[in-house]
C-alpha cells in the first residue's frame, strides 16, 4: 500500500528482479539504437529535405518575393486575385507565408530542379505539401532554401499545418506542375 511507508526505507539496496533488469537493459539498447539511426538516417535515408537557412528581415523577404511575381507573372487564378507565377526552370523561386495565405501561385516544370525559398512575413506557419506530404516549418525571420524537383505533374495543394490563428483553417495555397 502506497498509504504505508515501506517496512525498508533504503529502497536501492533491495536486490531487483531480473526481469525488471532485462527489460530496461532491452529499452537502452533500443533507445541507443534509435539516438543513432538520427545522424545515420539523415546522411544515408535519402529522405530529408536538406536545407539552407539564413536570417532575413521580413520586409527584404517580401521584396524578393515581389521581384519574382513582377517578373515572372504569367495569369492571375481564376477566382482569386493570385497572380500565377512561372520562373524559368531551375531558378531561384520565392514563396511566402502570412496571416492568412501563401503568396504567390507558383508554376514550376516536372523534372526541373529548383531552389524555394520559404519564410513568413508574421507568425509561424507550417508548409505541408499534399499529396506529396512535405511538411517544413516557416518562421519569420529565416529563409529556408529548400532544393526541390517535381517528379510529377498537376495541382498541388499547400495547407498550413501550424495553427496561426483564426483564419489557421483558410490559409490554402497551390502550386502547379507543368509537363
Ligand atoms: Cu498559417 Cu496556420
Given at each position: ?129 499534399q ?25 498541388y495543394g499547400i495547407i ?14 497551390k ?5
Amino acid at each position: 500500500m502506497s498509504l504505508t511507508p515501506p517496512a525498508n526505507k533504503i529502497w536501492w539496496n533491495e536486490p531487483v528482479e531480473k526481469a525488471e533488469i532485462l527489460w530496461v537493459t532491452l529499452a537502452l539498447i533500443w533507445a541507443l539504437i534509435m539516438f543513432f539511426m538520427m545522424p545515420v538516417w539523415h546522411v544515408y535515408g535519402k529522405q530529408n529535405v536538406s536545407n539552407e537557412a539564413y536570417r532575413i528581415q521580413p520586409d527584404a523577404y517580401a521584396k524578393k518575393v515581389e521581384a519574382m511575381v513582377a517578373k515572372y507573372t504569367v495569369r492571375q487564378e481564376k477566382g482569386n486575385n493570385q497572380p500565377v507565377v512561372h520562373p524559368p526552370a531551375g531558378s531561384d523561386v520565392y514563396l511566402l507565408a502570412r496571416l492568412w495565405e501563401w503568396y504567390p501561385i507558383l508554376e514550376l516544370e516536372n523534372g526541373k530542379s529548383y531552389r524555394l525559398h520559404l519564410s513568413s512575413l508574421d507568425w509561424q506557419h507550417g508548409f505541408s505539401l499534399q499529396p506529396a506530404n512535405i511538411n517544413l516549418q516557416v518562421h519569420p525571420g529565416i529563409e529556408m532554401v529548400v532544393t526541390v524537383t517535381p517528379n510529377a505533374a498537376g495541382e498541388y495543394g499547400i495547407i498550413c499545418n501550424e495553427f496561426c490563428g483564426i483564419g489557421h483553417h483558410t490559409m490554402l495555397g497551390k502550386l502547379y506542375v507543368t509537363k
